[in-house]
């Protein structure tokens, strides 16, 4: 009797752990579950602000680059992307919710006839729209007027030979944080780069940090062929100096980076570079793709912008 008792209570107790860690193991899962599906759901509801900055130095020379997709056409297609992602976000939250922004800067600003115009048709604000008709119109447009007017920028870039570059560091001291965070929403800056940054009203230096990254700088610094460069790049403090840090609400891609024909092993440098300095500046998601073929890059802006 008294075994049996003993045996029947036995089992009951095993039943009964085995039962509650069944329940914790399926709550943990449910936890899991709601975590990663709250994490989705806000990216998916989050308004988009998105800044596209283009760098028109020579690097869209066809003379530099006599290739086949040519840099402008590498550019065009990113920017197609970019807007196409735009609109299936905007597709996707319906005209009455959608209220997001695409704006692509110039720093400085071409020195074209009717720029202030081009430029206007290049910053869309959903928030301002009046109603739903306004924003079905920019949807039906927005791919038309964007190429039209980038298209209208880079050739007079290319015909003019007058390479104004990008002040991309200055960019970053001065004026993303008012340009381009907006408070409650998702904000993403796309640069459109060779990699290599440098801009006449932008010149500083401090021990080894620079507001500048040149060749020449990767020279002084005996970088190139060394197996040991990123020991001595870290050892030296070597890197971009970090103008703020406040850039946690900012997420960066970084497409088309692209050394000089004659020192391919900048490609490397320049990324480490960048990760450094987007580090520093507080930015916790960004991704810094190298050029490719539109097709490869396409994906890539889709993964990084929609999270497919």
Not at 278 to 291: A, C, P, R, V
Request: overall charge neutral; some cysteine; hydrophobic content about 35%.
């Amino acid at each position: 009797m008294n075994i049996k008792y003993f045996l029947a209570k036995g089992l009951l107790a095993i039943f009964v752990v085995a039962s509650l860690c069944a329940c914790s193991s399926n709550s943990n899962k449910k936890n899991q579950t709601a975590s990663s599906g709250a994490q989705t759901e806000g990216n998916n509801n989050a308004q988009l602000n998105i800044s596209i900055f283009l760098d028109l130095s020579n690097r869209i020379s066809p003379n530099k680059y006599p290739e086949t997709p040519s840099p402008t056409e590498r550019d065009l297609a990113s920017i197609e992307t970019i807007v196409s992602c735009f609109k299936d976000d905007m597709e996707a939250k319906g005209a009455y919710r959608a209220k997001g922004c695409i704006k692509v800067f110039f720093d400085p600003t071409p020195q074209i006839k009717g720029i202030n115009e081009i430029a206007k048709t290049l910053d869309v604000d959903l928030s301002k729209a009046e109603d739903n008709k306004e924003k079905k119109k920019i949807f039906d447009h927005i791919n038309e007027d964007f190429l039209k007017s980038l298209k209208l920028i880079y050739q007079n870039s290319i015909s003019s030979q007058n390479w104004i570059g990008a002040d991309v560091w200055g960019f970053f001291k001065r004026k993303v944080k008012d340009r381009c965070i907006r408070p409650n929403y998702r904000n993403i800056l796309v640069i459109i780069t060779d990699g290599y940054i440098y801009h006449q009203n932008s010149r500083e230096k401090s021990a080894n940090r620079y507001s500048y990254l040149l060749p020449e700088v990767l020279d002084g610094q005996k970088l190139r062929n060394n197996p040991n460069w990123k020991v001595d790049m870290k050892n030296a403090d070597f890197g971009l100096i970090a103008p703020r840090k406040d850039l946690q609400d900012l997420e960066v891609l970084v497409l088309e980076i692209r050394p000089e024909p004659t020192k391919p092993q900048d490609q490397d440098i320049i990324e480490e570079t960048l990760k450094k300095w987007f580090d520093e500046m507080g930015i916790t998601h960004y991704s810094i793709l190298g050029s490719d073929l539109p097709a490869n890059t396409q994906s890539s802006i889709r993964e990084f912008i929609l999270h497919k």
